[in-house]
């Protein structure tokens, strides 16, 4: 799985790109991008939905999400998908 490590204190976004990795295909738009967002208010990972597609691209993959002490798997198949990490002893 690809692992995602999140350090909680305020909200935070990025965008994950993939391509081939082995050519100019992105050049003519042979790329993914998917938007991830932590919303510290509810503790919530929220996986956007895939933008674009790649020769070679897996449909579906793993995240490991680690946030302090806390770690889970999410399965992810380019839909939008969410998950809520409680603080710690809560």
């Known amino acids: 799985p690809m692992k995602l490590t999140i350090y ?3 909200d935070g976004a990025f965008t994950l790109y993939e391509d081939e990795g ?3 295909g992105y050049e003519n738009g042979a ?27 897996p449909e ?4 490991l999400v680690c946030c ?3 770690e889970r798997q999410i399965s992810y198949s380019g839909e939008q998908v969410s998950l809520r990490l409680p603080p710690e002893g809560v």
């Open 68 to 70: 302090g002490e806390q």
């Open 31 to 57: 790329f993914s991008r998917i938007r991830l967002f932590w919303t510290e208010k509810t503790s919530t990972l929220t996986i956007g939905a895939r933008e674009g597609r790649y020769p070679g691209m």
């Open 22 to 24: 082995d050519g100019y």
């Open 60 to 63: 579906k993959r793993e995240f």
């Open 8 to 10: 909680p204190g305020a």
